[in-house]
């Protein structure tokens, strides 16, 4: 019974350690960033999405783990202006041809493996959700301080998203829109 009780103390004091170099760090949902970009044959369009909530995970002061919610309807276009397209493209951003956040208010982004690399920037594989259908996607992320910052690339036909897709649809010609949008993200915490 007594090596019961030191081998139990022994796990105790190991815990405390593990937790007390584990640290869960809010991300600043109003002073953090998401950038977006879409092509198309004829241009292109940028505009912004906020977060709804997310943390990184350290330990021992290194990055390994992150959690994330986006909030859909916060989806806005900053390249046109205010009665020049802008709320018809907002809208239909928000439509079902697109992400539709009527059914789908939210998106989500998961760590599931975060590896070290040369200084303060870590390569991840994530599970991003989007329209309710999780997929993979890998992205390298750079931790400088209180800040975090990465940028990528997201298919948007593998969530479901084919509005205009030339490589779902044939005959579209210059009005095809690209398979991928590009993400811009800075995180401060």
Known sequence: MKNFKTIAIAFMIALGATSVNAQTKKVDTKTSQISWVGKKVTGQHSGTVNLKDGALEFKSGKLTGGAFTVDMNSIAVTDLKAGEGKEKLE?????????????????SLKFKTVTPKKGNSYAVTADLTIKGITKPVTFDIVVMGKKASTEFKVDRTKYGIEYKSGSIFSGLGDAVINDEFELSVALNF
């Open 91 to 107: 809208g239909h951003l928000k439509a079902d041809d697109f992400f539709g956040t009527a059914k789908f208010p939210t998106a």
